[in-house]
């Protein structure tokens, strides 16, 4: 597993790489431009250059870029769907000139519409942001389920990778909060075990390709996403260790994005924790084995 975090690329995008490596990271995830802004970011090849030989000359494995939160690929406001493909084209595109694993985005949300309608919306503007591109993968993200966010459950992952084309390309990334709140308890291994054998069946575990591990904030089902810090949260260190030590889980890159100690986001000692529950998880399970 290639434990890290979700980190900035202000400054330019080799400076995301040196925040990274301070964290000790063997994955990083970035927004690609400014998450609160349609705008993209005016990028050139020396740019993407720059960030290549950074990667290069660093101990990091594997980058994620995430769609910024603007998107809504489902919006039937056709202004909003625009904008969203065009924003969702950019970062795969981006994802390409710098040689991301992919690019994780939330499918979208049907509002108070219905949940049928917006996801064939979804997956009209997901497969022509593929045909647009050329390379880097699209990894759609479980969500919490509030608002009328598409994806709360691997039927509605299932039926959106569907509405989307048979696209080789197209996969998933599990948030380990968002499980939770969405109603799957993954605080033990047999839980996480029956959540993945569900999504094996309805999606195929061949499209899973890469991970977020963050605690939850709120309880189990509450569909409400709010992130915890490792071990502050319902899913607790022992549910985290669960988690970063399942099998099936083994060579992904797996980033936090959790608030961190001051707000801005996961620094190194947390992304350690996650590789010392990765062990105590790893050890649990070999114990329970032996039994």
């Not at 609160?36 to 050139?44: E, I, L, V």
């Not at 997901?126 to 993968?137: D, G, Q, Y």
């Not at 989307?164 to 990334?173: I, K, S, V």
């Not at 069946?201 to 591990?213: A, C, P």
Request: aromatic letters at 4%; hydrophobic letters at 40%; charged letters at 25%.
């Amino acid at each position: 597993m290639l434990i890290g975090a979700h980190v900035s690329q202000a400054g330019g995008l080799p400076h995301a790489v040196e925040r990274g490596v301070l964290r000790g990271c063997r994955s990083i995830q970035i927004f690609n431009q400014s998450p609160r802004m349609w705008r993209p970011t005016a990028y050139g090849q020396e740019d993407f250059e720059a960030f290549r030989e950074a990667m290069s000359a660093s101990p990091i494995e594997a980058v994620l870029i995430h769609a910024v939160y603007l998107l809504n690929c489902a919006s039937d406001d056709q202004e909003i769907a625009e904008k969203s493909l065009t924003s969702l084209i950019q970062s795969l595109r981006v994802g390409d000139a710098i040689g991301a694993s992919g690019v994780v985005l939330h499918p979208g949300s049907a509002k108070s519409g219905d949940v049928g309608e917006a996801i064939a919306r979804a997956g009209a503007v997901i497969r022509e942001a593929l045909v647009c591109t050329s390379e880097c993968p699209l990894q759609l993200e479980n969500t919490a389920g509030a608002g009328g966010t598409l994806g709360r459950s691997f039927d509605e992952l299932a039926a959106l990778l569907d509405a989307a084309g048979g696209d080789g390309r197209l996969g998933l990334c599990l948030d380990s909060c968002h499980l939770l709140a969405s109603g799957y308890d993954i605080r033990t291994a047999p839980g996480l075990r029956d959540a993945l054998d569900e999504c094996d069946r309805l999606v195929g575990l061949d499209r899973l390709g890469s991970l977020h591990i963050n605690d939850s904030a709120q309880p189990l089902g509450s569909n409400r996403d709010r992130h915890a810090n490792l071990g502050d949260g319902e899913l607790g260190e022992r549910g985290c260790a669960v988690f970063l030590s399942e099998p099936r889980f083994e060579g992904l890159p797996c980033v936090l994005e959790t608030p961190g100690p001051d707000g801005s986001g996961p620094k190194a000692d947390e992304v350690a924790l996650a590789g010392r529950l990765r062990k105590r998880g790893k050890a649990a399970r070999r114990r329970a084995s032996a039994r």
